[in-house]
């Protein structure tokens, strides 16, 4: 119900202005997954790492509750905006979750 998958498929595509309209989230999170890919790839040619990843896993263990929290504030309200506007291409009414849904919010 994120449109994350429409998305990235809209933005590979070309069509960015698609992709940000489903989930503007997609747009960072496909970035990093590229790059994420492309360090392995170097690393896995190399056979060696390109850099001591210990102290970025440290700081992104503090980081990931706060992160975590602050993608549910995003997505929450991006679902309630799906529901209600409604977008066709992210929910479908006839889902009985999403019919509920869309009933406890006044749809």
Known sequence: MCGATRSASALIAGDWRQAFYLNALSLPALAGMMLWAV?????????????????????????????????????????????????????????PVASKVAAWLGQ
């Open 39 to 95: 360090v392995s790839f170097i690393e896995l040619i190399r056979g060696s790492a390109l850099t001591d990843w210990n102290p970025w896993k440290r700081r992104l263990g503090k980081l990931l509750p706060v992160s975590l929290l602050l993608l549910l504030a995003w997505w929450i309200p991006h679902v309630v905006v799906a529901l209600k506007t409604p977008k066709p291409e992210l929910i479908d009414l006839r889902n």
